[in-house]
């Protein structure tokens, strides 16, 4: 399917065709989610690696070493879903969109439709990856079947509980991570209302995780401590009750036995 034009992508997924309806039918978040997937550049920065020859004086005498230096240079992952998808013998928006779990594609509809309501162009870089998807990936991740994104560890296809989210406004690189920035603080203040957040903040700022999840939990202590304090709280009440209802019988009994003398 060919990459619809940046004026054609905006016409498609405009805040203004995205009913409270579509937010009920799975075909049309599919949709919502893939357009603002086509329309965003699959850029990112790789650091490579050369070593080279150098000569350095150490303890007086000139020697020769070899030392590693390490540069950055942009990469166009574009490939990298179309030959997963194809490996998974999969339509990309099937392998990309579907592979996502349900409940976090709906609050993810939800976050960028407020997102583009607020004067904000979010896109999607990355959605689902299996392990094969995962294994040809570059840079900072997790091992290749313990990725969020839907690795078989976690639940694979289907189970999908991350994406990656990048701003599309912008002529050059630079200007959309610019733009990037600001959509990634917008969802740090607001990302939360709709169950999402960043879990690693700026070691992956594009990624982006529901807030009840295992791996937000894990890099936000705070939340996993009031995940664990929700699951305790009926336990405690029912605790609390029965204490009540233990001391209630104590007193009763005692007035009963100071009744009859």
């Known amino acids: 399917m060919a990459t619809p034009e940046p ?29 603002l997937y086509q329309r965003t550049s699959k850029e990112d ?3 490579i690696q050369e070593q080279r020859q150098v000569t350095v004086r ?17 990469e166009d992952f574009a490939w990298k879903d179309p030959k997963a998808a194809e490996h998974a013998g999969m339509p990309m928006p099937d392998y990309v969109i579907g592979g996502m779990d349900r409940d976090f594609k709906l609050k993810l509809v939800h976050l960028l439709h407020a997102a583009e309501q607020a004067g904000l162009s ?18 900072l ?11 078989s560890s976690r639940g694979g296809y289907g189970h999908g509980l991350a994406a990656d989210i990048v701003s599309v406004n912008g002529a050059t690189r630079a200007q959309r991570l610019i733009s ?16 999402i957040g ?11 995780a529901p807030i009840d999840g295992k791996e937000y939990a894990a890099h936000h202590p705070g939340m996993k401590a009031r995940q664990a304090g929700s699951a305790a ?13 233990e001391a209630k019988r104590t007193r009763t009994a005692r007035s009963s036995k100071m009744g009859t003398t």
């Open 141 to 151: 991740k997790a091992a290749n079947d313990r990725s969020y994104h839907g690795g």
């Open 45 to 47: 920065s790789v650091k």
């Open 198 to 208: 960043r879990p690693y903040l700026d070691r992956d700022p594009p990624h982006m």
């Open 7 to 35: 004026n054609e992508a905006n016409r498609a997924v405009g805040s203004t065709e995205v009913t409270d309806e579509c937010f009920a039918a799975d075909s049309c978040i599919d949709r919502y989610l893939w357009a």
């Open 122 to 139: 979010p896109g999607i870089t990355s959605a689902f990856r299996d392990d094969y998807r995962q294994s040809i990936a570059s840079g």
């Open 58 to 74: 150490k303890k007086g005498r000139l020697v020769t070493v070899t030392k590693t230096f390490t540069t950055l240079a942009d």
């Open 180 to 195: 990037s920035q600001t959509l990634w603080s917008w969802v740090d203040a607001h990302g939360k209302e709709f169950g």
């Open 233 to 245: 709280k009926p336990r405690n009440k029912l605790a609390s009750r029965t204490d009540h209802s």
